[in-house]
């Protein structure tokens, strides 16, 4: 058996012992659980404070106790043999009520933090319905006849009351900032319930599956944005219309006026004049939380699987309304919903209502713009493990069905056209 030098055994101890100490000392950490954005997260970090104050009271305490015998009553040459002894009543006694005490400490705050945290929502709660697919995420507001996926909407300061299902597998459903961690199981509704603080004006945060769904688990994202009030109300007035195709046509121009005389005004009353309003009349949108409000985290960076994406070039020549009648008879109206449009459905596939309102796609796991959407719809199963979305790019390779598209498929300007299309739907 080889047999290291002492020396070198202490300078790989202390090697570790500082690697291990710059780790934990050092980096910044979005995701973490210990950050008390709710109520449910400063409970659950006010427990585990406790019972790691308990835990490392009682290892001091048993490992000085162990050191201290260890050296007191070590084996030393020529000392006589100890005296053998059969039971100790008293000792027998005080190592069982001093450990039960400690479990009085550290039961009484555990069994308070799981019968708040499993207790009702509050009343006047915000509902949201969340349901698990292979793998993506679905969210429903029933007070406010919103369904949308992958994206979170939560007003500060008010109680979200989450209703877990799946569609298929188990999955977890998680907010780290939020704390709180729930599974999502078949046949059976789970409840989570949480309230932002409302000292959140806006934030983005990331959530995720936490339980192993499948080929695409890690790739199961959504996020997370929690905005003021007035916000989240027009967020969701917005959410709940149909989808807003496009820009209205500019008004046209006024005829030119006699010299000396101004342009009359549109319903002016005789003798009234003004200038005629020739400014584009801009789609509504409602709220939406500001890009260059977005972390770093929030981000996705996922690479992009070489030449799927189309070139800036065709992308630029992509008609919204040939991408309308493009999309509304191909398969994916089987697939998807889009509310205006009588012909999308679907759901199978997330809602597409208000796609262009998101910063992400594919849950979470690519940035929302045309470059990504085009990769996506010419071959999602290259990048994404396992989707259910087929591959539609002509001569595409199908990693799933083992061949490529010959027929059926869109080609790079079709592909364009949809894009242009989708990018429209605010």
Not at 48 to 55: A, C, N
Not at 286 to 306: E, R
Not at 320 to 334: H, L, M, P, Q, V
Request: aromatic share 10%.
């Amino acid at each position: 058996m080889t047999r290291f030098p002492r020396p070198r055994l202490r300078a790989g101890a202390l090697l570790a012992i500082l690697a291990v100490s710059l780790a934990a000392c050092g980096g910044q950490y979005p995701n973490s659980t210990f950050l008390h954005w709710s109520e449910f997260a400063s409970d659950i970090d006010f427990l585990w404070d406790r019972l790691l104050l308990w835990g490392t009271i009682v290892f001091v305490l048993v490992e000085a106790v162990l050191i201290y015998t260890i050296f007191r009553f070590r084996a030393r040459p020529g000392a006589a043999e100890p005296k053998q002894t059969h039971g100790n009543t008293t000792l027998e006694i005080t190592w069982t009520v001093i450990p039960a005490i400690i479990l009085v400490f550290i039961a009484i705050p555990t069994i308070r933090t799981v019968f708040k945290t499993q207790a009702k929502a509050p009343a006047g709660a915000i509902e949201v319905e969340v349901i698990g697919h292979q793998w993506w995420w679905e969210f429903r507001y029933p007070q406010y006849g919103v369904v949308t996926a992958n994206e979170l909407y939560l007003p500060a300061g008010r109680t979200a009351s989450f209703a877990l299902k799946t569609k298929d597998v188990l999955h977890s459903f998680w907010i780290p900032n939020f704390g709180g961690k729930r599974d999502l199981i078949s046949n059976r509704t789970n409840y989570l319930w949480f309230t932002p603080n409302d000292t959140i004006t806006a934030v983005a945060s990331n959530g995720q599956c936490a339980e192993y769904c499948g080929d695409s688990h890690a790739n199961m994202k959504f996020r997370v944005y929690v905005v003021k009030a007035a916000d989240f109300e027009s967020w969701a007035a917005h959410q709940k219309g149909e989808a807003v195709f496009g820009v209205a046509p500019v008004a046209a121009p006024a005829p030119a006026a006699a010299p000396g005389k101004a342009p009359a005004r549109k319903g002016a009353a005789s003798g009234e004049v003004a200038l005629a309003d020739t400014t584009p009349a801009a789609a509504p949108t409602g709220y939406v939380f500001p890009a260059d409000k977005l972390p770093a985290h929030v981000i996705p960076q996922t690479p992009l699987p070489a030449g799927l994406a189309l070139d800036d070039a065709t992308l630029a020549k992509g008609n919204a309304d040939s991408g309308k009648a493009i999309y509304s008879r191909s398969t994916c109206i089987g697939c998807h919903a889009i509310s205006g449009n009588p012909m999308s459905m679907g759901i199978i596939g997330p809602n597409l209502t208000h796609l262009a309102s998101r910063h992400t796609m594919a849950a979470g796991l690519y940035p929302n713009d045309a470059k990504h959407l085009s990769a996506w719809i010419k071959n999602a199963r290259a990048m994404k493990p396992g989707s259910l979305m087929p591959t539609l790019g002509m001569e595409m390779w199908d990693p799933m069905m083992k061949m490529k598209v010959t027929t059926g498929g869109l080609t790079d300007a079709q592909i364009a056209d949809v894009v242009a299309y989708l990018r429209a739907l605010k």
